[in-house]
C-alpha cells in the first residue's frame, strides 16, 4: 500500500506531497526532511529503493527533481519503481512536454485537488 508520494527538488524543497494515511503536520515536515535527506545523499549509482523504518521509499530522479513514494513492506517495489515512471510520462503527454519545476509546483497541484 502506498502511504505518501513527495516531489521533491535537489534544494530539498517538498514541491508536491500525497498522504493516503493521516499523519499529523508537524510529523509530516520532519518526515520529509529524513526522506529527502536519505534520497538526496544517495548517489546515482545506488538502488533506488530504501528500507526506512516501518516503510520502504522507492524513488527516481527526472533533472532535477525527485519523485518519492512511501510504500509498506508488502508492495512490491517495481512496480511502485514503475508507477513513477509512468506518472511522469503522463504528466509529460498532459503538460505538452512543459513539465519542469516550476511548471508543476503552480499547475499539478491544483490540477490533483482541484
Do not use: P, W
Not at 508492495?75 to 513539465?99: Q, T
Request: glycine share 4%.
Amino acid at each position: 500500500m502506498i502511504k505518501f508520494f513527495l516531489m521533491v527538488n535537489k534544494q530539498g524543497q517538498t514541491r508536491l506531497s500525497r498522504y493516503y494515511e493521516h499523519v499529523e503536520i508537524h510529523k509530516r515536515t520532519m518526515l520529509e526532511a529524513e526522506v529527502i535527506k536519505h534520497c538526496l545523499s544517495r548517489s546515482k549509482d545506488q538502488c533506488s529503493f530504501i528500507e526506512y523504518k516501518d516503510f520502504k521509499l522507492v524513488y527516481r530522479q527526472y533533472a532535477a527533481l525527485f519523485v518519492v513514494v512511501g510504500i509498506n513492506e508488502t508492495e512490491n517495489e517495481m512496480a511502485v519503481y514503475e508507477l513513477i515512471h509512468n506518472f511522469v510520462e503522463v504528466l509529460d503527454k498532459y503538460f505538452s512536454r512543459v513539465v519542469s519545476e516550476t511548471f508543476l509546483l503552480l499547475n499539478v497541484g491544483q490540477e490533483l485537488h482541484g
